[in-house]
Nanobody, 119 residues
Framework: QVQLVESGGGLVQAGGSLRLSCAASRSKISINVLGWYRQAPGKQRELVAAITSSGTTNYADFVKCRFTISRDNAKNTVYLQMNSLKPEDTAVYYC?????????????WGQGNQVTVSS
């Protein structure tokens, strides 16, 4: 069993920055795609950014040039640096990982981390 443990959310003023982290609880695994999603009240969960094992990144248009996703493969950790935050970025942020051991272990989600941006 693998757990994804998130940290780094909180309350920030508009224009500020936050950094989210998400670490897998188990070693001797490999992670293909790592992603960050978010869900605002009354809205569907949406992709924010994703990064492959080789470092290729993909961003939603609404965060391009403001957010940066990165990963540390040795630590099985993914980060989301969020700059120039806007009130509309307020949401619960979830990390997601496609994890392999000797075989495919599954698609895992973090517990969610509240990010609140005040105007």
């Amino acid at each position: 069993q693998v757990q994804l443990v998130e940290s780094g959310g909180g309350l920030v003023q508009a224009g500020g920055s936050l950094r989210l982290s998400c670490a897998a609880s188990r070693s001797k695994i490999s992670i293909n795609v790592l992603g960050w999603y978010r869900q605002a009240p009354g809205k569907q969960r949406e992709l924010v950014a994703a990064i492959t094992s080789s470092g290729t990144t993909n961003y939603a248009d609404f965060v391009k040039c403001r957010f940066t996703i990165s990963r540390d493969n040795a630590k099985n950790t993914v980060y989301l640096q969020m700059n120039s935050l806007k009130p509309e970025d307020t949401a619960v942020y979830y990390c997601n990982a496609d994890i392999f051991g000797r075989s495919w272990l599954g698609d895992y989600w973090g517990q969610g981390n509240q990010v609140t941006v005040s105007s």
